[in-house]
Every structure is written in structure tokens, then in C-alpha cells.
């Protein structure tokens, strides 16, 4: 998302990213929706923390058979490695 948001929002301050997450969000699940229809596959590296949020892309995208995963670090000195090396 963080790429979306330095590309829509050049000038935004880091900082501010939160207060445009949501609609860059919703941008993303829009495009996603346009890969399905086309079937092409899609990847969302999102933080579904909670069951709702999974529950919610599930519904939006059933109608195209897509099957969903969560995936989680088995502890938290891996999932913290795995954050220094992406960033």
C-alpha cells in the first residue's frame, strides 16, 4: 500500500499515510476486482489482522472462485526479521 500511496500522494509526509490508507485500499481491492473479471491472478500482501477483514475480501471476491490464505510468522523474532529485510 505504501507504494500506491508515494506515488498518489507525492508530497504526502510519511506520517500521514494512515489518513489515506483506507481510500488507497479500497483503490487496490477496486483493481483487484478488474484482474479477477479478467482472470488474471492477484496477490494482496495485506495486514488481514482480523477475521473480519478476511471475511470481507472473501465475500467481495467470491464470484470469482478465489481462494484465500493467512499466512503468519511462526513467532515474533521471525516476523520482526521479516520486517527489517523488507524495509
Not at 8 to 29: E, H
Not at 36 to 56: A, G, M, P, Y
Request: glycine letters at 4%.
Amino acid at each position: 500500500c505504501d507504494e500506491w500511496v508515494l506515488r498518489l500522494f507525492p508530497s504526502l509526509p510519511v506520517s500521514n499515510f494512515l489518513d489515506v490508507g483506507p481510500q488507497v485500499k479500497s483503490l487496490i481491492l477496486d483493481v483487484t476486482g478488474s484482474f479477477l473479471r479478467h482472470n488474471i491472478s492477484v496477490l494482496l500482501d495485506f495486514s488481514f489482522w482480523s477475521k473480519t477483514e478476511r471475511e470481507e475480501v472473501r465475500e467481495r471476491f467470491g464470484e470469482y472462485g478465489v481462494r484465500t490464505w493467512y499466512v503468519q510468522a511462526p513467532s515474533e523474532d521471525i516476523r520482526i526479521q521479516r520486517v527489517i529485510q523488507r524495509n
